[in-house]
């Protein structure tokens, strides 16, 4: 079903063209008011790449893990109106799905999954958004959003989707957002647990064997993916013999850092200088900033076993390994160097 569901995809034009087809099934589809009588809410967490970011683009692995201490929200609810309705606060936009302009990406994963799930669109409908989770920082803002409305909407319908079904809808959303994604945002939020990722290949999904504690500073500058991806490629292909050696070393990086991860009794000091050699090869490539590495040299200087940018870079957020004793005074020395916002999360 997933493979037919890609081929479908790459055939729409654009979102409203798909809700059209929807309306003009609607008049002969049986009636769904009962289930519009319904409050559905769906929730998607935040996620951060602890290694492999990059690199991950070119076929070489790459680790992320959610983090739950920020969520986005969907709640799926009937209204009278005329016609099914996106409400999303954080944003400070209300607007009719069917005025949408093309490639608006709430629009396109709604109409993808009522499309996959074989439903047509009720015209008295209102999906309104919320979220925790800080927009174009690299925490997979609008991957939570997509997956939220596609557990909302599944839910609806009592259609309940897989990890890889719902991952694989919201992956095709992406492409809006990132251009040429790499695929790891959609898969580690929408299984809410760490994940080791090869483009193409099936995902693995990670055993922690001793948790531990990330503190994730926010620069509060926005990480424009688009650009940074396309300006890497761009430099790539200008000398791809050089980039390629780059994103070998990371993948070595990735590796040893997945062993360590799994094996009893981790080595988290060494995982730290794993984060360090990682950030040092992203400097390389050109992506960090000097608000990062204010914040990564604030959290070293706070007992940090480990610290290296987190997302596409140029801005977005940093990650910094603690014990359970470092990690509030982690946190305060990320806040005193200038971060915007601060959490701390377990990775387990």
């Given at each position: 079903?997933?493979?037919?569901?890609?081929q479908?995809?790459?055939?729409?034009?654009s979102?409203t063209?798909?809700?059209v087809?929807?309306?003009?099934?609607?008049?002969?589809?049986?009636?769904?008011?009962?289930?519009?009588?319904?409050?559905?809410?769906?929730?998607?967490?935040g996620?951060?790449i602890?290694?492999?970011?990059?690199?991950?683009?070119?076929?070489?692995?790459?680790?992320?893990?959610?983090?739950?201490?920020v969520?986005?929200?969907?709640?799926?609810?009937?209204?009278r109106?005329?016609?099914?309705?996106i409400?999303?606060?954080?944003?400070?936009?209300?607007?009719?799905?069917?005025?949408a302009?093309?490639?608006?990406?709430?629009?396109?994963?709604?109409?993808?999954t009522?499309?996959?799930?074989?439903?047509?669109?009720?015209?008295?409908?209102?999906?309104?958004?919320?979220?925790?989770?800080?927009?174009?920082?690299?925490?997979?803002?609008g991957?939570a959003?997509?997956t939220?409305?596609?557990r909302?909407?599944?839910?609806f319908?009592?259609h309940p989707?897989?990890a890889?079904?719902?991952?694989?809808?919201?992956y095709?959303?992406e492409?809006?957002?990132?251009?040429?994604?790499s695929?790891i945002?959609?898969?580690?939020?929408?299984?809410?647990?760490?994940?080791?990722?090869?483009?193409?290949?099936?995902?693995?999904?990670?055993?922690?064997?001793?948790?531990?504690?990330?503190?994730?500073g926010?620069?509060?500058?926005?990480?424009?993916?688009?650009?940074?991806?396309g300006?890497?490629?761009?430099?790539?292909?200008?000398?791809?013999?050089?980039?390629?050696?780059?994103?070998?070393e990371?993948?070595?990086?990735t590796?040893?850092?997945?062993i360590?991860?799994?094996?009893?009794?981790?080595?988290?000091?060494?995982?730290g200088?794993?984060?360090?050699?990682?950030?040092?090869?992203l400097v390389r490539?050109?992506?960090?900033?000097?608000?990062?590495?204010?914040?990564?040299q604030?959290?070293?200087?706070?007992?940090?076993?480990g610290?290296?940018?987190?997302?596409?870079g140029?801005g977005?957020?940093?990650?910094?390994?603690?014990t359970?004793?470092t990690?509030?005074?982690?946190?305060?020395?990320?806040t005193?160097?200038?971060?915007?916002g601060?959490?701390v999360?377990?990775?387990?």
């Amino acid at each position: 079903m997933a493979v037919a569901f890609v081929q479908l995809a790459k055939e729409m034009v654009s979102p409203t063209q798909v809700y059209v087809r929807f309306v003009r099934v609607q008049a002969y589809a049986p009636s769904v008011r009962g289930r519009e009588k319904r409050i559905n809410k769906a929730t998607a967490p935040g996620k951060v790449i602890l290694f492999g970011e990059h690199a991950v683009v070119y076929g070489r692995p790459a680790m992320a893990v959610p983090v739950l201490e920020v969520q986005a929200k969907a709640v799926l609810h009937s209204r009278r109106g005329d016609g099914f309705r996106i409400v999303a606060a954080n944003l400070e936009r209300d607007y009719r799905l069917a005025d949408a302009p093309p490639n608006n990406p709430l629009a396109k994963i709604i109409c993808l999954t009522y499309q996959y799930l074989k439903q047509p669109l009720p015209s008295n409908l209102e999906l309104r958004l919320t979220s925790t989770i800080p927009l174009g920082r690299g925490l997979g803002s609008g991957a939570a959003v997509s997956t939220a409305i596609v557990r909302a909407l599944a839910m609806f319908y009592d259609h309940p989707l897989s990890a890889e079904e719902v991952s694989a809808l919201v992956y095709e959303v992406e492409k809006i957002h990132h251009g040429t994604p790499s695929g790891i945002d959609n898969t580690v939020i929408a299984f809410e647990q760490p994940v080791y990722f090869v483009k193409g290949k099936p995902i693995q999904r990670m055993h922690v064997s001793s948790p531990f504690t990330l503190v994730i500073g926010d620069t509060g500058m926005v990480s424009p993916t688009h650009r940074v991806v396309g300006d890497l490629r761009s430099r790539w292909q200008a000398d791809p013999q050089q980039y390629e050696g780059y994103f070998d070393e990371i993948s070595a990086i990735t590796q040893q850092a997945r062993i360590i991860i799994e094996q009893p009794d981790s080595d988290l000091a060494r995982l730290g200088k794993l984060m360090n050699e990682n950030h040092e090869v992203l400097v390389r490539l050109g992506i960090s900033s000097p608000k990062l590495e204010q914040l990564i040299q604030a959290a070293h200087q706070a007992g940090a076993l480990g610290a290296k940018l987190s997302g596409a870079g140029w801005g977005g957020n940093m990650i910094a390994l603690a014990t359970p004793q470092t990690a509030k005074a982690i946190a305060k020395a990320l806040t005193q160097a200038g971060a915007v916002g601060v959490i701390v999360t377990k990775v387990k």
